[in-house]
């Protein structure tokens, strides 16, 4: 939820001067949401060189279809655009998407500045390497409408109601599905529970 | 609320801040009462912040929009019209190759499996046709045929009178094809008694001319004697057996021929091999 919280710009504001065909407004915007679209293009596509190209065809898009947006949450009507440009890709090449997470790790121990700020030792790095490959085998283990909202969730911190406008789908949907996917998680987690860091280590089931 | 058993989307939604503030309150006011539901309450969080311990990827560049990307990425309908293009000509490919199938199951469909009347009218006609060429060619024939008995006869030390010459002729040809000169010899003209005269036609060029004369109509057969004379087959009377033979034709092995002509089916083949081409180089431009 921490995402959505902190908005501290107007989004409104720069929603309606982009409209109005003001670059910079967008960039602002886009500057903000980069990340999201980004990891979501990734998440999908599988592929670091198809997600950069699907979430800049996704931008494109969306500032030309500016015109279409009729309020509601902006960052779900942008996701939705990067969603269905990354399937239109997937279509195209005829690709399945799969979750994998495996590069997250690599890559954020040296962008993320969330990483680099907090020094750890190699220890804790190790730790969180394997803890890293553990989530990722356990959701792949899940259905893949599932692995998509808890990712859009519990990753990009998006409310229910925007995971529901992003994949175009019921709030209950969305509800059930998390629910589902959660109580799995948690089942597979337990099953190789000897393997997770000692504070998540618990003697019962959900 | 008291009594409220709180289910597990609930409480995930609690997690999550997406409780109505009724509930949530009611939740909070339940979870200080309520040990088991604070020991599930934990585990659930626990779920959770295992869930978001994975960090976010970083953007490898920004994305930044200048108004020339702007600009470039604007002929969008170009692409639309690509589309456009690309499904008309997979309709037009599969409007062709069905044709093509259809013309070519005509191609291998025998005329027998098509109603009887429609199938052989083309040939009734052909046939109808046939017999008024070889009426023609007979009786052209029999012209000459008589030029040759004139011809013959002409040496002759004495001379006949046109009539009795024509009275003479009438046995050898046909009474029907030749009106006038019947008439003529029944009209006293020429006379039983000048007929029964010896004509000293040449017995043998005589013979050889009404062979020659046998030979042109069907009838071989009756042709033994020469005085006989062979009634032609009026015109109606040719018609009704043009009809029946066929008829007789039906009973035989049915005609070969087809509907759909193999230009047309080669034609169609070439269409639809066109437009699957055009098709396929359309879908790799896009």
């Known amino acids: ?206 | 609320m008291e009594n409220k058993i709180w289910n597990a989307t609930e409480l995930y939604a609690y997690l999550d801040g997406e409780l109505l503030p009724v509930q949530e309150k009611a939740l909070k006011a339940e979870l200080e009462i309520n040990q088991s539901l604070q020991e599930q309450l934990a585990q659930q969080r626990q779920t959770v912040e295992l869930l978001q311990t994975l960090p976010l990827r970083e953007t490898p560049r920004n994305y930044l929009l200048t108004p020339e990307m702007v600009r470039v990425a604007a002929p969008r309908p170009k692409l639309r019209r690509r589309r456009f293009t690309l499904w008309s000509l997979r309709l037009a490919t599969t409007f062709s190759a069905l044709l093509f199938v259809v013309a070519l199951g005509l191609q291998f469909t025998p005329l027998t499996a098509i109603p009887q009347p429609l199938a052989q009218a083309p040939a009734m006609m052909e046939q109808e046709v046939t017999a008024e060429m070889e009426e023609a060619v007979v009786m052209e024939k029999m012209v000459e045929v008589e030029k040759v008995v004139e011809v013959v006869a002409s040496p002759e030390p004495r001379e006949l009178p046109a009539a009795e010459v024509a009275a003479e002729e009438a046995p050898v040809m046909d009474s029907a094809l030749l009106p006038t000169a019947t008439a003529a010899a029944k009209n006293g003209i020429g006379g039983e008694e000048e007929f029964a005269a010896p004509l000293t036609l040449g017995a043998g060029e005589a013979a050889t001319a009404e062979l020659e004369l046998c030979s042109l109509t069907e009838g071989d057969a009756e042709c033994g004697s020469v005085s006989e004379p062979q009634p032609e087959t009026p015109p109606a009377t040719a018609g009704a057996e043009g009809s029946a033979s066929w008829q007789n034709e039906e009973e035989g092995p049915p005609s070969q021929r087809s509907f759909s002509p193999w230009w047309l089916v080669g034609t169609l083949g070439l269409v639809t091999l066109g437009f699957a081409s055009a098709t396929w180089w359309s879908a790799r431009r896009n």
């Open chain 1, 1 to 206: 939820m921490a995402a959505s919280t902190k908005t501290s710009f107007n989004e409104e504001q720069l929603v309606q001067a982009a409209q109005r065909g003001q670059l910079p407004a967008f960039n602002e915007l886009l500057l903000h949401y980069q990340k999201q679209v980004y990891n979501l293009a990734y998440y999908i596509m599988n592929d670091p060189a198809a997600a950069d190209d699907a979430t800049q065809e996704a931008f494109i898009s969306a500032y030309h279809a500016l015109a279409k947006f009729r309020g509601g949450s902006f960052r779900a009507w942008l996701l939705r655009i990067v969603r269905n440009a990354c399937y239109d890709e997937l279509r195209r090449y005829k690709r399945h998407p799969s979750i994998s997470w495996e590069d997250f790790g690599e890559l954020d121990k040296e962008a993320n500045p969330h990483l680099r700020a907090k020094v750890e030792s190699p220890e804790e790095s190790l730790q969180r390497d394997e803890l890293c490959a553990l989530l990722e085998r356990t959701l792949a283990r899940l259905p893949a409408e599932q692995q998509m909202t808890l990712f859009l969730v519990d990753r990009l911190g998006l409310a229910y109601d925007e995971v529901g406008a992003t994949m175009e789908v019921p709030l209950g949907t969305v509800k059930s599905r998390l629910y589902r996917a959660r109580g799995k998680m948690r089942e597979y987690l337990m099953e190789t529970q000897e393997l997770l860091p000692p504070r998540y280590r618990q003697k019962g089931s959900r």
